[in-house]
């Protein structure tokens, strides 16, 4: 049922008429018109851009940088990051994001390196921080205030974050905010192209690399997932090359993308290298990381 339009009663010669009052109906359709009209007036092309927001760069002062930063920890208990009993002066250190945490593979943590290509260091930052991909995505440079955080190691991992305990643990949202900054510029990251020996030797940690001619093993290709399809577990999945050399891929059973199959051919995969204990693991940002077009190899 609409709604019923208002009418006053006109007496005219002893005849009570009703009228519908229309004075708000027709100014309400002129209104709309002119509004339709001014937006297809000002968009007569088709072309729907979307508006260039505009930053300021941060002014920081950067004083240490990733290298530094890992040397504090001793491979004991998390050391905290100073510069000195008695200096006051922030802690700033750049670097480039090389994670993502938009499929859920990586979840509360920003993984950094110190350059875009050809990297000397990488480190996690453990935060309760969600959704970073939004604004530090892969390429990002960003100024990290670390004065007052912790370095460690996270089941092996180099790590930044707070004290929890005898381990480095996560950052507050409201923290991370404060320290984190922005900056203007972006890069494309340009992957270490290494080995499975290369890798499983620890020096490329927490960077981005990439394994040319590579594969699944035959007994998974094509069958398996990345991902358990019945739970949320992580799932450890061997990558491959054609000395028969092996390396686990590491998948969330949390990542949208678990339940795809993996790809049967041969090429190359670029993924962000972790570890968790002994085990040398790749962590790749979304499917896209694997390309295996390729016609396999026989190992």
């Keep these: 049922m609409g709604t019923a339009l208002p009418t006053?009663?006109?007496?005219?010669?002893?005849?009570?008429l009703k009228v519908v009052v229309m004075k708000n109906f027709f100014k309400?359709?002129?209104?709309?018109?002119?509004?339709?009209?001014?937006?297809?007036?000002?968009?007569?092309?088709?072309?729907?851009?979307i508006p260039v927001i505009h930053w300021e760069e941060p002014q920081v002062e950067v004083n240490t940088d990733i290298a530094t930063v890992?040397?504090?920890?001793?491979?004991?208990e998390p050391k905290r990051i100073e510069t000195g009993p008695d200096s006051q002066l922030?802690?700033?250190?750049?670097?480039?994001?090389?994670?993502?945490?938009?499929?859920?593979?990586?979840?509360?943590?920003?993984?950094?390196?110190?350059?875009?290509?050809n990297p000397t260091a990488g480190v996690?930052?453990?935060?309760?921080?969600?959704?970073?991909?939004?604004?530090?995505?892969?390429?990002?440079?960003?100024?990290?205030?670390?004065?007052?955080?912790?370095?460690?190691?996270?089941?092996?991992?180099p790590s930044i974050g707070i004290l929890d305990g005898n381990e480095v643990?996560?950052?507050?949202?409201?923290d991370f905010e404060k320290r984190i900054f922005r900056s203007?510029?972006?890069?494309?990251?340009?992957?270490?192209?290494?080995?499975?020996?290369?890798?499983?030797?620890?020096?490329?940690?927490?960077?981005?690399?990439?394994?040319?001619?590579?594969?699944?093993?035959?007994?998974l290709a094509g069958i398996l997932h990345y991902g358990n399809l019945t739970n949320t577990f992580g799932v450890n999945r061997p990558v491959e090359d054609c000395n028969e050399n092996r390396i686990i891929l590491r998948t969330s059973g949390f990542s949208n993308f678990k339940n795809l199959q993996l790809?049967?051919?041969?090429?190359?995969?670029?993924?962000?290298?972790s570890v968790f204990g002994n085990d040398v693991q790749l962590l790749i940002r979304d499917p896209r990381d694997v390309q295996f077009l390729g016609e396999r190899c026989s190992p």
């Design 8 to 16: 006053i009663s006109i007496s005219i010669a002893g005849f009570n």
């Design 28 to 49: 309400r359709l002129f209104g709309y018109g002119i509004v339709f009209f001014g937006f297809f007036a000002c968009v007569g092309d088709d072309d729907f851009k």
């Design 70 to 76: 890992l040397a504090m920890y001793r491979g004991f």
């Design 90 to 117: 922030p802690m700033f250190l750049e670097a480039y994001v090389v994670s993502s945490d938009e499929s859920g593979n990586i979840y509360k943590s920003l993984v950094i390196q110190d350059a875009p290509e």
């Design 124 to 157: 996690a930052v453990s935060t309760h921080s969600t959704n970073l991909y939004t604004r530090f995505e892969p390429g990002r440079k960003v100024y990290l205030r670390v004065d007052g955080l912790y370095v460690g190691a996270v089941a092996g991992l």
């Design 169 to 174: 643990g996560r950052i507050d949202v409201f």
């Design 184 to 219: 203007q510029e972006f890069h494309e990251i340009s992957p270490d192209i290494i080995d499975i020996p290369q890798a499983l030797t620890k020096t490329n940690l927490n960077t981005l690399i990439q394994l040319q001619d590579v594969q699944f093993p035959e007994e």
């Design 263 to 273: 790809p049967e051919g041969n090429g190359t995969l670029t993924a962000v290298l």
